[in-house]
């Protein structure tokens, strides 16, 4: 069974790895570069707990073979505190208490990124669509959804975007 | 079990993989949960996603969307907005392709289903050369052992694109009946209609009796009745998890009056 040498930057460290023809962008990830924040849920597409941004586009990981994203660049969560510091939506997640048992959170933080990215200033409906893909089985969602909210204002007064002004 | 991946960099390559025996793959969002999950007999993947075939062309009116194209990337299209939106989720669209969609089962591939009310062309590509063939040829009848490399339709003119799904939840939730629609008017009556359905049929439905019902009349609740009473002959849906046949069929005319008059 053909084995490949897999380049990858992920959260802005270059990484090379083995990977054989089944080895998934999720299983490279947790089994072969130790980052097991990212979480294998459904295996399906369906659950949204393995989600990492692909070259800045959420995608469920297990689906993806890692050979063929070699020379991609990946962000997950790991990625996003600066130290000890949180990121303003993992911040948010711990203060409104989005997370309860946790094992979806990394997924709904990378979509929440992803939506903050593209749009600093979403309503809770887009928050909605943006989460649509990540299955939290403790919330209600809810909490969830006030935490991007809130992350969103936290990033916009930080920033001081024109939006945090309205 | 998967025996290899193959990641190719342009159609010829591809072509003579899938040739030897590879599955063309484009997001995976249909392959990789059952390679996943089941025991599959060995399988070679010929991963479309460096061959060269991602990216929208406009051409004067014309369309052309490269089968490698992300759902994900055509989001914002003025006419194709509402369909991608309704289809999955965000990190999966990120993942799934125009031209896998084309292989969707129903009651998945919603796209393919406004692709077919947009009177779109799919490119195949073989040892034999390119060829075009029409969408709703395409997805209802056996597929031809050709690599798609792109599809293409015309823009429809402002107002004409019609497109609903209903489904349990707003977001990321499987047809219960797909409605896309082009119908142009003039002087108050129905010229020109092409409908097609999904979710309520073994395969994607191109609704005939439908279009002829509304031709040459005016488009008002009646009428749109009145077609759906044809249109009740050409479907024939099935039970699945997400709704049953009794309700797909009982359902199947509000949708499609609210999908063509909007209310």
Request: include cysteine.
């Amino acid at each position: 069974m053909p084995v490949r040498i897999v380049n990858l930057k992920v959260n802005g460290v270059e990484q090379a790895f083995m990977a054989k023809p089944e080895t998934t962008l999720l299983l490279a990830l947790r089994e072969q570069l130790g980052l097991t924040g990212t979480k294998r849920g459904c295996a399906q597409g369906a659950c949204g707990s393995c989600t990492v941004l692909l070259d800045g586009a959420p995608v469920v990981s297990c689906l993806v073979p890692a050979v063929t994203v070699d020379g991609a660049d990946v962000a997950t969560v790991e990625g996003l505190a600066d130290g000890q510091a949180l990121s303003d939506v993992q911040q948010a997640f711990v203060d409104g208490f989005a997370t309860q048992c946790g094992f979806c959170t990394p997924g709904m933080i990378m979509s929440a990124e992803a939506l903050l990215a593209r749009n600093p200033d979403p309503t809770s409906d887009e928050v909605n669509e943006a989460i649509s893909g990540n299955v939290c089985r403790c919330t209600g969602y809810a909490p969830i959804v006030n935490a991007i909210l809130d992350a969103a204002q936290r990033r916009r007064r930080r920033t001081g975007s024109k939006e945090a002004a309205l | 079990m998967l025996t290899d991946v193959h990641v190719p960099d342009d159609v010829p390559a591809a072509v003579s993989l899938i040739a030897a025996g590879g599955t063309a793959m484009g997001g995976g969002t249909s392959l990789m949960p059952w390679l996943n999950d089941y025991a599959s007999p060995p399988t070679t993947l010929v991963s479309l996603r460096r061959a060269g075939l991602s990216g929208v062309h406009l051409g004067g009116s014309t369309v052309t969307i490269g089968a490698a194209t992300t759902l994900g990337q055509i989001e914002n299209d003025e006419d194709l907005n509402p369909v991608v939106r309704s289809i999955a989720s965000v990190p999966v669209r990120n993942l799934a392709t125009v031209g896998g969609n084309l292989f969707a089962h129903q009651p998945h591939g919603d796209l393919a289903v406004a692709l077919v009310a947009l009177d779109a062309r799919v490119t195949l590509f073989d040892e034999t050369g390119t060829r075009e063939l029409p969408v709703e040829d395409f997805v209802t009848a056996e597929r031809p052992a050709a690599l798609v490399t792109a599809v293409a339709f015309d823009r429809p003119a402002p107002g004409t694109f019609k497109y609903l799904k209903a489904a349990r939840r707003r977001f990321n939730s499987v047809s219960i009946v797909t409605v896309a629609a082009t119908i142009t008017e003039s002087d108050g009556l129905v010229t020109g209609a092409r409908v097609a359905l999904g979710g309520v049929a073994p395969t994607i439905v191109r609704a005939r009796a439908v279009e002829a019902a509304l031709i040459g009349g005016p488009l008002t609740e009646a009428t749109v009745r009145d077609a759906a009473q044809a249109g009740l002959a050409e479907i024939a849906p099935a039970d699945d998890a997400y709704a049953s046949a009794w309700y797909r069929t009982r359902v199947f005319p509000v949708h499609l009056r609210r999908a063509l008059l909007g209310h």
